[in-house]
């Protein structure tokens, strides 16, 4: 028995000798390159770049034009793209992919992954998005296969990059330039993501999970729309489910306010006094002072007098609502009220803080300025 164990054992490493012989190890990139990722989010919509990256080593002047980063398309010898493209980095496809749809160049492009390459020229560079991006270099590259091309001009660096690297500058609220460095030439392309449809996408998505078992979710959602002015009907749906919905629906001032304030944007002028009206009384001190605050910058001096003035006589003892009642009476231009107020919050304060703030306003109503 012992004897025809060791011989199956035998069998097996003799079995296994072509799969040692054939395995790699994990190494370094060939060719001195260096492996890189960079990202990026724009709103919420994340892009990433994932490449290699060659040095100058000393061959500055000799990269662009040459075999090194050619010009035009060329046959590579290998493969079978007869007119390939530069590889726009080193070693495999350099890799960008787009979380949500986007343009690149103004021009429309799909949220996915694509194969980065560029028909490099002189004074201007087209970039190409391959829907290929899995193959090694530009050796496969097929125009068939083309998602996108926009033309770029070629910018000049004051000094030399050595290391082939991607970046993402000149950003904005809603979008980047995307620029490869080396040697002294930058190549940039712009990208733009439209932050509001993306962020609604987001939220949609979100809320069929976990986060959907939580008004305060609904709320975010609405109150992200206000905001923004943006899909003012979704809000709507969104603050309807914060207040009454099966299970996670709740009647606060919170999930009442924010459904007032879409009724109020919407023009719905009559329903969303009626719903404020039923979540006045539900609010806290702070709640209350802070909706009254917001009436104020909105200029709505009437209403915000009203606010504050609840709030003073359901606690009159309170450093908030005298604070905040001085801030109403001063929007209505009675200063001499405004400074009564103020000396009682000066008393009531909490803190240095809340004391120093009040008696710096304190001696501007009684220079007869506007402490808002």
């Not at 209505?332 to 009531?348: P, Q, R, W």
């Amino acid at each position: 028995m012992k004897r025809n164990i060791s011989s199956i054992t035998v069998l097996m490493v003799l079995l296994m000798l072509p799969i040692i012989s054939f395995a790699q190890l994990t190494t370094a990139p060939n060719g001195g390159n260096k492996k890189a990722s960079v990202s990026e989010q724009i709103g919420v919509s994340k892009i990433s770049i994932d490449y290699s990256r060659p040095g100058v080593k000393g061959r500055e002047g000799k990269i662009w034009g040459t075999q090194i980063a050619h010009y035009g398309l060329v046959n590579l010898g290998f493969g079978p793209a007869e007119s390939s493209p530069w590889r726009a980095g080193a070693n495999e496809n350099t890799v960008i992919t787009f979380q949500n749809d986007a343009k690149v160049e103004g021009k429309d492009l799909a949220a996915g992954s694509y194969g980065l390459h560029m028909i490099l020229g002189e004074t201007e560079t087209t970039v190409v998005f391959s829907k290929n991006y899995s193959a090694w270099g530009s050796f496969f590259y097929m125009p068939s296969e083309d998602a996108l091309r926009v033309t770029v001009k070629n910018e000049t660096l004051a000094m030399s990059v050595e290391w082939l690297t991607y970046s993402f500058i000149r950003q904005t609220a809603n979008s980047a330039v995307i620029a490869l460095d080396w040697e002294k030439r930058r190549i940039p392309f712009k990208v733009e993501v439209d932050i509001n449809a993306t962020q609604l996408a987001s939220f949609k998505k979100e809320l069929q999970g976990p986060l959907g078992f939580d008004h305060k979710g609904f709320v975010q959602a609405a109150q992200y729309c206000l905001q923004n002015n943006y899909e003012l009907e979704q809000a709507l749906k969104w603050a309807e489910i914060a207040v009454s919905a099966v299970y996670i629906g709740e009647k606060n001032f919170t999930t009442l306010s924010t459904k007032a304030q879409v009724l109020e944007k919407l023009g719905r002028m009559d329903e969303s006094k009626m719903v404020m009206k039923e979540a006045l009384p539900m609010g806290s001190i702070n709640e209350i002072h802070m909706y009254g605050r917001q009436l104020l910058m909105q200029k709505k001096v009437k209403e915000a007098f009203e606010v504050f003035e609840m709030n003073y006589k359901n606690d009159p003892k309170s450093f908030m609502t005298n604070f905040g009642f001085a801030r109403a009476y001063s929007a209505k231009g009675d200063f001499k009220k405004a400074e009564k107020y103020m000396k009682n919050a000066v008393n009531l304060a909490p803190d240095k803080p809340s004391k120093d703030q009040s008696e710096a306003m304190l001696q501007m109503v009684k220079d007869k300025k506007d402490i808002n």
